[in-house]
């Protein structure tokens, strides 16, 4: 079982940042790939970015077009955390976002499917203002 804790979302002007954090608790934090997924009003939940730990000190990272190249996702396995940090921020990404851990050694694609998640944070709100 993993708990996941959002914080960090909040109003902030075009153009602006906000870095988004996401606390685990739980066991084997670094068998888990995690991600995040946000949900704008009256749309589907939709992928972010995801990041996967590939051994040592290495990761893999892969973002949604909308948002690669403003956002980066970070994790740090010693502390249960899975950060995104979101640049250069549209009134487009106005949406609550959640923190997700989905298990499994599998292909990138798969971590982008929100049916596939397996563990879900309760969400943070994000607003971007024109």
């Known amino acids: 079982q993993v708990q996941l804790v959002e914080s960090g979302g909040g109003l902030v002007q075009a153009g602006g940042s906000l870095r988004l954090s996401c606390a685990a608790s739980?066991?084997?934090?670094?068998?888990?790939?995690m991600g995040w997924f946000r949900q704008a009003p009256g749309k589907e939940r939709e992928f972010v970015a995801t990041i996967k730990w590939t051994g040592g000190i290495t990761y893999y990272a892969y973002y949604a077009d909308s948002v690669k190249g403003r956002f980066t996702i970070s994790r740090e396995n010693a502390k249960n955390t899975c950060d995104l940090q979101m640049n250069s921020l549209r009134p487009e990404d106005t949406a609550v976002y959640y923190c997700?851990?989905?298990?499994?050694?599998?292909?990138?694609?798969?971590?982008?499917?929100?049916?596939?998640?397996?563990?879900w944070g309760q969400g943070t709100q994000v607003t971007v203002s024109s």
């Open positions: 739980g066991r084997a934090f670094s068998t888990y790939t």
């Open positions: 997700a851990a989905t298990r499994g050694e599998l292909a990138t694609p798969y971590y982008t499917n929100r049916n596939n998640v397996d563990y």
